[in-house]
């Protein structure tokens, strides 16, 4: 059963524009949410994070949307560019049963120059 | 500071031998995570310790997998008489743990079972 999911394996955006990340999930009692990007042979870096008491939270050129009522989050990259190109996972954790966090399947971006 | 590490970063093994993987996390993080990723997979939960309680082994695949974290720092993940299928990277974690969440991944270790 997976409660997070990432539907699309890879983006392809060209540089400069807007990179959209999408995640799904399906535990109502995730309250926190993080994105991590991950390049080849290294372990995933903590990029975004946003509580469920915030619909957005913006950290330079990357913005996190929460949609609770949906149960879906996005990742926006603005303005996209090359050294973006890596994996991203999406992740969701709940203050019940302590700090276990649930990650997505991720999804590749690729951004061209 | 540093960072957490991992040993060995690649280990190649016979099926049917036993393995042991490190992980050091950040000092002071009380929180610390096993992971396994298999080519072209996510991430796959194994294990999570948070300071004294007792560990959650709920994604430990089987028993042939076991961890420990000795003086709440140091952790040693086992892999007993090894399969082909266990074949993945191996990446562990640590937090602070003490109501934020985000975790400080190790490079990981390779782990090759011919």
């Known amino acids: 059963d997976q409660q997070v999911k990432q539907n699309s394996p890879s983006l392809s955006v060209q540089e400069g524009r807007i990179s959209i990340l999408n995640c799904d999930y399906t535990n109502s009692m995730f309250d926190y949410f993080l994105w991590y990007k991950k390049y080849p042979a290294e372990g995933p870096t903590f990029l975004i994070s946003i509580s469920s008491i915030k619909d957005k939270n913006e950290d330079g050129r990357f913005t996190v949307f929460l949609n609770k009522s949906a149960k879906h989050l996005s990742l926006h990259i603005v303005p996209s560019q090359p050294g973006d190109s890596a994996v991203y996972f999406c992740?969701?954790?709940?203050?019940?049963?302590?700090?276990?966090?649930?990650f997505g399947a991720g999804t590749r971006l690729f951004v061209k120059a | 500071g540093a960072g957490v590490s991992q040993s060995p970063s690649n280990k190649v093994t016979e099926k049917g031998k036993d393995v042991e993987l490190r992980c050091d996390p950040i000092?002071?993080?009380?929180?610390l995570y096993w992971y396994r990723q298999s080519l072209g997979q996510g991430l796959e939960f194994l294990i999570y310790f948070q300071g004294n309680s007792a560990p959650d082994k709920s994604g430990l695949p089987s028993d042939r997998f076991s961890a420990e974290r000795t003086g709440g720092s140091v952790s040693t993940l086992t892999i007993q008489r090894t399969q082909q299928e266990d074949s993945a990277v191996y990446l562990c974690a640590s937090s602070p743990g003490t109501g934020r969440y985000e975790q400080y991944f190790g490079p990981g270790t390779r782990l090759t079972v011919t």
């Open positions: 000092s002071g993080h009380t929180a």
């Open positions: 992740a969701a954790s709940a203050n019940t049963g302590g700090f276990k966090t649930i």
